[in-house]
């Protein structure tokens, strides 16, 4: 898996929200193609611990905890979080529809996402 850089993660949040969009005004198969194409990778979310916090993620936080999917590790410089290293760092395995509404909702600079090479014609599991 490769780290998305935020210009490319910010692109991918653009075309599933272009895709979101498309289907709430009349394509009915819109979200489902960008699903299938894209959404559906699998995907690692990587942010600091103190982000378990955050009230715009708590939903996916009592989901993935109710289901001991949240794994520590702790913070090393190549992480490049806005953090001191101190709290430890949170990693969720999810597909990267979740990925990136989580990271559409946490600070830029407090989250990674990991993912196969988004820029591959063949994007399929």
């Not at 005004?25 to 559906?40: I, N, P, S, T, V």
């Amino acid at each position: 898996m490769k780290r998305l850089t935020d210009p490319q993660i910010q692109a991918a949040i653009a075309r599933m929200e272009a895709a979101n969009a498309a289907h709430l005004d009349g394509d009915r198969g819109a979200f489902e193609r960008w699903l299938k194409e894209e959404g559906d990778l699998p995907a690692r979310l990587e942010f600091p611990l103190g982000e378990l916090m955050n009230e715009k993620i708590r939903g996916f936080v009592w989901a993935w905890g109710m289901n001991d999917e949240i794994r520590t590790d702790g913070i090393t410089k190549h992480d490049r979080f806005n953090a001191q290293g101190l709290e430890g760092k949170a990693v969720v395995e999810v597909s990267l529809v979740i990925a990136l509404i989580t990271a559409r909702d946490l600070p830029k600079h407090r989250v990674a996402v990991y993912t196969d090479d988004p820029d591959k014609p063949s994007r399929r599991r």
